[in-house]
């Protein structure tokens, strides 16, 4: 059964619950952490436009589980660009480096979330598809980076996030089994590979992530609107 079991932890006023044989919590970073989907949209709106295209309405949710390189051989075959994709990751890379560094803010109730289960003993780990070189310094400047046991690129992985290769890895560097893990994301693809490597999958909102509410909590076993307490059990319990 993957009936929830709650626990209380209350840090700071913030209220959550995480399943009691849960030992390792994965969080994916654009969207779900960190809140920088804006920003990669802008990215998108601006790198496109330079080159006449608009963007097309399902563009981020499919490129939003690739890794960099993939998403810009997705973008440069999708468009027929007469470039090659190594030189639109590093276009990409420039716009985004500065607004990691120096803008991208953690989500409301994260620092909260993260230190809340850290203290139940819950252990950290961060899976994402964004280069490291982009997320390492926003991690560090708003303060959580230390907090985190297992830090992994999705590019380490043989596939992508929208596979189960990922999180198995994931699993293994932090000592556990996929069973004892929760996984965080915003994105549906995602939540179902993670659930199909035995994970435990949790949903969090993001209004510019491209995916409908409902997708998304039909992928998730839980759901959250945001980090500061609004959560709720999703669609696919059993």
Partial sequence: SRKLCYYAAITKGWKGAMRMDIRAAFFDLDGTLLDSMGMWAEIDRRSLGRRGIAVP???????????IHEAARYTVERFGLPEDPQDLEREWMDMARREYAHNVPLKPGAWEYLNA????GVRLGVLTSTAPGLFEPALKRCGVYELFDVVMSAAEAQRGKA????Y????????????????????AP?????????MYAVGVYDAHAGTARAELEAAADEFIESFDGRRRAAGRQT
């Fill in 57 to 67: 309405e399902d563009y981020q949710k499919a490129v939003s589980v690739m890794r």
């Fill in 117 to 120: 289960l850290r203290a139940q």
């Fill in 163 to 166: 596979f189960p290769d990922a």
């Fill in 168 to 187: 198995i890895m994931a699993a293994q560097r932090m000592g556990v089994e996929p069973r004892e893990c929760a996984m965080y994301d915003d994105m």
């Fill in 190 to 198: 995602a939540l179902r590979a993670a659930r199909a490597a035995g």
